[in-house]
């Protein structure tokens, strides 16, 4: 069970303010996320998360979450995980590893066999593809929930070994943010996303720190 910050992780999130550094709160359930948008007095990231609303991961941030965001005046950077990014994908993530759960209870099973079935499996329920559209989705919902300016990138590309289709690389950024373009976003709100509003974090950080005398 997931009861939120103790009282002395509040005093870290204050101490972190102190310092001038970020609080990110990517890796954590929505209780920690209320606690410490409750005791922040700087903005807060989510480095590389996206909505829950629309993939049911626990990694994603979900609206009563989101809708904090412009208060703190915090970024949420969209991930590239294909697992947050595509349900079809999570699923079946899911059903894999209830499957390869159900062969490691059974204790007549030789290792080499379970190999062989998962791979058996893996065949007959091929992975589906997150793409580069459903990432723009995301970036659609958090955009109506908090507004263009608490959105950012977090592709997580030096922490995934698969990526959506049409974003394999760092190169297809660009391809991106044409898709945005094409869904209407205006030049100041592209460049936001693109990263100066994560810059803007960084500043309120820094400005929220206590300089010695």
């Given at each position: 069970?997931?009861?939120?910050?103790?009282?002395?992780?509040?005093?870290?999130?204050?101490?972190?303010?102190?310092?001038?550094?970020?609080?990110?709160l990517s890796h954590v359930a929505p209780s920690?996320?209320?606690?410490?948008?409750?005791?922040?007095?700087?903005?807060?990231?989510?480095?590389?998360?996206?909505?829950?609303?629309?993939?049911?991961?626990?990694?994603?941030?979900?609206?009563?979450?989101?809708?904090?965001?412009p208060v703190n005046n915090?970024?949420?950077?969209?991930?590239?995980?294909?697992?947050?990014?595509?349900?079809?994908?999570?699923?079946?993530?899911l059903a894999r590893e209830s499957e390869r759960e159900r062969l490691d209870a059974l204790p007549l099973m030789e290792p080499n066999q379970k190999e062989?079935?998962?791979?058996?499996?893996?065949?007959?329920?091929?992975?589906p593809q997150a793409n580069l559209e459903q990432v723009a989705d995301h970036i659609d919902h958090l955009c109506a929930v908090m507004g263009p300016g608490h959105v950012g990138i977090g592709s997580d590309f030096d922490g995934i070994e698969e990526v959506p289709d049409g974003l394999e690389d760092v190169s297809k950024f660009p391809d991106l943010f044409i898709e945005l373009a094409r869904r209407g976003y205006n030049d100041d709100e592209l460049r936001g996303i693109a990263g100066c509003n994560f810059?803007?974090?960084m500043r309120a950080v820094e400005d929220a720190a206590e300089v010695p005398s």
């Amino acid at each position: 069970e997931v009861n939120g910050l103790s009282d002395f992780g509040r005093d870290v999130v204050r101490e972190m303010n102190r310092l001038g550094m970020l609080v990110d709160l990517s890796h954590v359930a929505p209780s920690t996320m209320h606690d410490a948008l409750d005791c922040s007095e700087a903005p807060l990231i989510f480095s590389h998360s996206s909505a829950k609303t629309l993939v049911n991961h626990p990694r994603n941030v979900p609206d009563e979450v989101l809708r904090r965001i412009p208060v703190n005046n915090g970024v949420v950077m969209v991930s590239f995980v294909p697992s947050f990014t595509s349900e079809e994908v999570y699923n079946h993530t899911l059903a894999r590893e209830s499957e390869r759960e159900r062969l490691d209870a059974l204790p007549l099973m030789e290792p080499n066999q379970k190999e062989t079935h998962m791979n058996n499996w893996d065949e007959a329920y091929p992975p589906p593809q997150a793409n580069l559209e459903q990432v723009a989705d995301h970036i659609d919902h958090l955009c109506a929930v908090m507004g263009p300016g608490h959105v950012g990138i977090g592709s997580d590309f030096d922490g995934i070994e698969e990526v959506p289709d049409g974003l394999e690389d760092v190169s297809k950024f660009p391809d991106l943010f044409i898709e945005l373009a094409r869904r209407g976003y205006n030049d100041d709100e592209l460049r936001g996303i693109a990263g100066c509003n994560f810059l803007r974090v960084m500043r309120a950080v820094e400005d929220a720190a206590e300089v010695p005398s």
